[in-house]
C-alpha cells in the first residue's frame, strides 16, 4: 500500500489568500465529516520535524518523565523500563515546551478550529514508540472511551504524526470509517487488568473487516474525531516506529444520557511513581509549570464550561438521590 500523498487533502499555500488560515482544504473537510479521520500529508516542515524527532528520541532514550508517571508502557504492567512493550510519553511539551511553539503546533491549532469551531483548545500531546520487531498491536478504542466524566461530552480531535516513514509493515493506523457517527461502544481494560494502562474495544462490537489502514510518510499526519474506532498495526520492521500525537477538544455540552461506563484505575504503576514524585517534593514543580502555562480558553468559553459543570454536578446529586431510594428498599427485602 503506498504511503499517504495525497496533496488535495491539504490547502496549499498558494490558496492562502483566498482562505486565509485554512489548513485544511473542503475536500480534506468533507472525507473528515464522511469518514472521521482525514490523512493530511506533509503538514510538517522538514526543520519542524527534525526539532521533534530529536526531542522525542531523546526523551524516550533518557526515560525523562518515568518518575513523575508520565513515561510509561501502556501495553504492560510497566513494571521494567528495559522491557516496555509499547513506551509512551504523556504530555511531552511539559518537559519541552518549544513542542507547541513550532509552526506544525500552529497549523494543528488552526485545522482544529476548523473541525470543531473556534473556540477549540489544545489540550494534551503523548508520543508513542513501537519497538522493532514487536508482534505487539495497539488495540481498537475511541478516545471519547477514555474521558471520565459521565454527563458532560467533549468533542476531541487528534493530530497523529508519523515521525518516520510508516508502512503497513511498520505499524500503521487503522480506522474504521465513518464510527464516529455511532455511539460510544462498551470498552474495557486490556486483558480485564486495570493495571494495564490501554483500554480496548473488542471486535464483538464492531464489524473488524471494514478497517482501512493508513500508511504515512514522515512529517504528514492524520486527523480523527474522539469517537472514531481506530488501532495500529504491530511493527514488524526493523525499526522502531515513533509517532507524536496533540490533541484538541472543543467546550463541553451536556451528554443527551449518563455514560454507562467510566474507567477509572488507582492501580498502575506511573500512578504509584507519580504519587512518590509528588509527596517528594515533585508538587512544588507541578504547581509552578501550572502557573508558567499559558490561559489558552476564551473567557467566554471558560464560563460556559464552568457552568456546564456545575449542571453535570447537580445532575450527579439528582441521580444519587434517586438511587437511594431504591437501594433503601432492597435491603429491606434483603436484610
Not at 26 to 32: D, I, K, V
Not at 144 to 161: G, P
Not at 222 to 240: C, E, F, K, W
Request: with cysteine.
Amino acid at each position: 500500500m503506498p504511503l499517504l500523498t495525497n496533496p488535495t487533502l491539504f490547502a496549499p499555500s498558494t490558496h492562502a489568500a483566498a482562505a486565509p488560515g485554512a489548513v485544511l482544504s473542503r475536500a480534506a473537510l468533507r472525507e473528515y465529516a464522511a469518514n472521521g479521520y482525514v490523512a493530511i500529508p506533509d503538514l510538517c516542515s522538514a526543520g519542524d520535524l527534525a526539532q521533534i524527532r530529536t526531542t522525542l528520541l531523546e526523551f524516550f532514550r533518557r526515560q525523562v518523565g518515568r518518575d513523575e508517571g508520565n513515561q510509561f508502557d501502556m501495553l504492560g504492567l510497566d513494571v521494567d523500563a528495559s522491557a516496555a512493550r509499547q513506551p509512551q510519553i504523556l504530555k511531552p511539551s511539559v518537559f519541552a515546551p518549544a513542542l507547541l511553539r513550532t509552526e506544525y503546533f500552529d497549523k494543528l491549532e488552526s485545522a482544529a478550529r476548523q473541525l470543531l469551531g473556534p473556540d477549540a483548545q489544545f489540550s494534551f500531546d503523548h508520543s508513542i514508540l513501537k519497538p522493532a520487531r514487536s508482534a505487539v498491536a495497539t488495540p481498537w478504542h475511541q478516545d471519547e472511551a477514555n474521558h471520565n466524566h459521565k454527563y458532560l461530552r467533549y468533542r476531541q480531535v487528534s493530530f497523529w504524526m508519523a515521525l518516520q516513514d510508516t508502512p503497513v509493515e511498520a505499524g500503521c493506523m487503522r480506522y474504521i470509517p465513518g464510527s464516529d457517527r455511532g455511539p460510544l461502544l462498551p470498552h474495557h481494560w486490556l486483558d480485564d487488568d486495570p493495571r494495564i494502562h490501554a483500554i480496548e474495544c473488542r471486535a464483538e462490537n464492531f464489524d473488524e473487516s471494514l478497517a482501512v489502514a493508513v500508511p504515512a510518510a514522515a512529517g504528514s499526519c492524520i486527523a480523527h474525531d474522539g469517537r472514531t474506532l481506530h488501532s495500529a498495526l504491530p511493527n514488524v520492521s526493523g525499526a522502531g516506529r515513533f509517532a507524536y500525537i496533540v490533541a484538541f477538544t472543543s467546550p463541553p455540552v451536556l451528554a443527551r444520557q449518563a455514560r454507562a461506563f467510566t474507567l477509572v484505575s488507582n492501580d498502575t504503576a506511573n500512578l504509584r511513581r507519580r504519587t512518590r514524585w509528588l509527596r517528594h517534593g515533585g508538587f512544588l514543580i507541578y504547581g509552578m509549570r501550572r502557573l508558567r502555562r499559558p490561559l489558552r480558553s476564551s473567557p467566554r468559553a471558560l464560563w460556559r464550561k464552568l457552568r456546564l459543570i456545575v449542571r453535570a454536578a447537580y445532575l450527579r446529586v439528582r441521580a444519587g438521590r434517586r438511587a437511594a431510594p431504591s437501594t433503601l428498599s432492597r435491603e429491606r427485602q434483603n436484610p
